[in-house]
């Protein structure tokens, strides 16, 4: 199974992958984390990255498409992967679909998460993580049940990232527009896209998502 999340930065893709993970038996695969672990890993690919993502910008369509690569032979991506963040061009969707005709799938759903500009900027910039179990908070919608405190793992190592702030998510939000919305309509041409209001709460949604995942996984 091969399900992805589309959607603007703050749109929610990770919080609901990683409901859907547990969910489904399904592996969530976010190109954004893969990256930020190449960073800090400090490899080739993490060093060309770096100011790239600092900069709120997209990332070469060439490393996106090796990282990825190389993370979905592994093991436990057989069963069905969630891919949160990718493909964010139309080369990425192009790849993807080559990608997976090496092992006869395609992919089964696109679940194009809807939000507003205002509301994500204001999503990106509450969002905090936790550094025990990567657990996703904000300072407003989703604050940990005890301050200052993981709800899962009791870690208080909570992290922020370098790129959420107000410069970089105006870029982030403009590389959105101009390179990642067109999927909407490739996606749609091929009869996979449902497009999901994201501006709810964020349990109503995954239990919406549940419905539309349900049908192919
Ligand atoms: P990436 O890590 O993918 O970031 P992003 O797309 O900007 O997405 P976010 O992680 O910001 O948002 P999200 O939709 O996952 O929201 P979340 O669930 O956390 O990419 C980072 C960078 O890496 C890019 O800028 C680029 O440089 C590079 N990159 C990555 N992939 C690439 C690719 N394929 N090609 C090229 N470059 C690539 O939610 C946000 C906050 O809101 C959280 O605090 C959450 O608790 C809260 N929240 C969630 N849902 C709700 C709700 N319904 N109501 C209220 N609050 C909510
Ligand atoms: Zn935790």
Do not use: W
């Not at 969630?82 to 061009?89: A, C, E, N, Q, V």
Request: glycine share 12%; net charge negative; proline share 2%.
């Amino acid at each position: 199974v091969t399900l992805i999340l589309l959607g603007p930065p703050g749109a929610g893709k990770g919080t609901q992958a990683r409901m859907l993970e547990q969910d489904f038996g399904l592996v969530q695969l976010s190109t954004g984390d893969l990256l930020r672990g190449a960073v800090a890993a400090g490899t080739d690919a993490g060093k060309a990255a770096k100011a790239v993502m600092e900069a709120g910008e997209l990332v070469s369509d060439e490393i996106v498409i090796n990282i990825l690569r190389d993370r979905m032979g592994d093991d436990d991506c057989a069963r069905g992967v969630i891919l949160d963040g990718f493909p964010r061009t139309t080369a990425q969707a192009e790849a993807l679909e080559g990608l997976l005709a090496e092992h006869n799938a395609t992919v089964d759903s696109v679940i194009s998460l809807a939000v507003d500009d205002a509301a994500m900027v204001e999503r990106v910039s509450g969002r905090f993580t936790c550094g025990g179990c990567g657990e996703g908070y904000h300072d407003t919608f989703k604050a940990p049940k005890v301050a200052g405190t993981c709800d899962n793992c009791g870690s208080s190592d909570f992290k922020r990232r370098a790129d959420d702030n107000a410069e970089t998510v105006a870029a982030r939000l403009e590389a959105y527009h101009a390179s990642t919305a067109p999927l909407i309509a490739f996606y749609d041409a091929k009869g996979t896209l449902t497009t999901v209001d994201a501006m709810g709460e964020i349990d109503a949604i995954a239990s919406h998502l549940s419905t539309i995942v349900g049908k192919v996984a």
